[in-house]
């Protein structure tokens, strides 16, 4: 079966079982049209990490299962692969909390990411180049051992270990996770330039909603492993909710999007009986006035 050719990745009304009792996904779909970058958003244990975990075939090595639903990429229907066919297929995921080999220098990790590609030393090397200038920082620190760099070097080591894959798609876990504003900002700058320059398209799961919002062209919110939310980045933005929920702009006190929604029905019904008692009413004043 193929899917859509202007979507690279199609997820259609998954759902996701660990441990064959625990549900962390129920019924969510998504898409990414090639080229753009999509932005999976939600607070802690929304699913966002499964997500990723159930789109680049991971979840196996966690006790985790897709029970229903379909995922799609490239075109493909993607139930029988395992992560490493999905790094062939031209997909990388760059997991949560800036994973590194600490004991190699930069450069050796950054090298580890092409291992699949079997570059010549020329090729290797220029390809390194190429990396460098996007991750500037990481070229003065190449001979540092990694896990000496501070976490934004860290973090920017594991985009550029997965670019080093040449991957068509990049599955990115909250890289702004326990950085400095201004190294955030740094990392999602390259994040887009990636994407313009070298077409890579991205999913990105993270927490922070303004910055992810502010760099992607559209977005999910999860919640309790649903998708209570969708849009263009621009309207996610200014949507009411999403500021009063996600972006703290809110006078009131913080909730979800389950509460919030079941808080205007409460209002709506009650708005509504109101107004039908007063039709009553004035149904009743003209009857009796003979009119
Ligand atoms: N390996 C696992 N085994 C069992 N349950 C898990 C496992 N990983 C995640 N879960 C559960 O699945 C749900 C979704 O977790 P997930 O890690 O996907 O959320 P998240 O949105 O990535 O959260 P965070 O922002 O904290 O990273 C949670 O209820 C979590 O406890
Ligand atoms: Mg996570």
């Not at 079966?1 to 996904?25: C, P, Q």
């Not at 499964?50 to 075109?75: P, W």
């Amino acid at each position: 079966m193929r899917a859509s050719t202007k979507n690279i990745l199609e997820v259609k009304n998954i759902e996701v079982i660990y441990d064959g009792v625990i549900l962390a996904l129920h019924d969510v779909s998504l898409a990414v049209p090639k080229g753009q970058i999509v932005a999976l958003l939600g607070a802690n244990g929304a699913g966002k990490s499964t997500t990723l975990k159930s789109i680049s075939t991971m979840l196996a090595s966690e006790r985790g299962k897709v029970t229903k639903g379909s995922i799609h990429y490239d075109g493909i229907l993607i139930d029988k692969e395992n992560p490493s066919q999905m790094v062939g297929r031209g997909m990388v995921q760059v997991l949560e909390g800036r994973r590194c080999f600490g004991h190699l220098t930069v450069e050796e990790n950054i090298i580890a990411g092409a291992y699949s590609r079997k570059l010549s030393r020329g090729e290797m090397k220029a390809e390194l180049e190429k990396i460098y200038s996007y991750f500037n920082r990481l070229k003065d620190r190449r001979q540092s051992q990694a896990g000496f760099t501070s976490g934004g070097e860290q973090q920017m080591v594991a985009v550029a270990r997965a670019m080093m894959a040449k991957p068509k798609m990049l599955l990115l876990d909250e890289p702004s996770m326990g950085l400095a504003p201004q190294l955030v900002a740094e990392i999602f700058n390259i994040v887009k330039e990636l994407n313009q320059k070298e077409g890579v398209s991205i999913l990105l799961a993270e927490q922070n909603t303004n910055i992810a919002l502010k760099n992607a062209d559209y977005g999910y919110i999860l919640e309790t492993g649903k998708v209570m939310l969708e849009g263009t980045a621009k309207s996610l933005l200014s949507n009411d909710k999403v500021k009063e929920l996600y972006l703290g702009i809110s006078k009131g006190k913080r909730r979800n999007f389950r509460d919030s929604l079941k808080e205007d029905e409460k209002r709506n019904k009650h708005h509504g009986s109101k107004k039908k008692r007063r039709v009553i009413r004035q149904r009743r004043l003209r009857r009796k006035k003979g009119c």
